[in-house]
Every structure is written in C-alpha cells, then in structure tokens.
C-alpha cells in the first residue's frame, strides 16, 4: 500500500516528504524540486480547466488517468528539465543562511 503512494507513510501528516527537519543544502535542493514540481502541476492543471476543444472521449476515468499521467510529467519536469523557479527559490533561501554554503545550483540547475 505505501508504495502505490510513490513513497512510505510516517509522521503526524500520515505522509513522508523524504525531508528532514536539518538546514541542509540537499534538503533545500529537494524542497526546491518539490516545489518546482507543484508549481509546474498547478500550471499544467491551470491549462487543462481552460478547455480549448471538447475531447472525443471525455469520462471520469479518462481525467483520473489524464490527472495521473501529469502528476508523473510534471515531477519528471522537475527532476529532469527544470524550469528554474526551484533553482531561484533555493538561491534565495540559501541567502539567509550562510550555513548551507555555495546554494547557487540547485538539482538540474546549469551554472
């Protein structure tokens, strides 16, 4: 059952972010990933409710599938071919703690 969730199940939020509660770089660089990943789920999900074109085939199971399939693109996107919002929101975290050291490259971000 936890692996269907793409992850395990732990915490008080009954959901495991694969983020400890340490300011590390690799945990800001995950959160950025994350955060990437949302972003870019919102603005795809923003583009399907705009509905140019009635499909041929529309039911309930077709958008569930189509909602699964954007789920995985987009956190693809954002571990793959990031659109930077990640890389400039962890930049800008990292400018408030000199701790995590050199933070201007973020997880698929070009120098």
Do not use: W, Y
């Not at 008080?12 to 950025?32: E, I, P, V, W, Y």
């Not at 995590?100 to 120098?111: F, I, N, Q, S």
Request: aromatic share 4%; hydrophobic share 40%; proline share 5%.
């Amino acid at each position: 059952m936890t692996d269907a969730i793409n992850g395990s199940i732990t915490g008080q939020t009954g959901l495991d972010t694969g983020l400890s509660r340490q300011a590390t770089k690799q945990n800001l660089d995950k959160a950025a990933q994350q955060f990437e990943s949302v972003f870019t789920g919102m603005m795809l999900k923003s583009m399907r409710a705009a509905k140019l074109a009635d499909p041929l085939i529309d039911s309930k199971a077709m958008e569930t599938f189509r909602d699964m399939s954007d789920q995985k693109v987009v956190q693809n996107m954002a571990e793959h071919h990031p659109l930077g919002i990640g890389a400039a929101m962890s930049k800008f975290l990292a400018q408030a703690q000199p701790a995590l050291g050199d933070a201007g490259t973020a997880p698929g971000a070009k120098p």
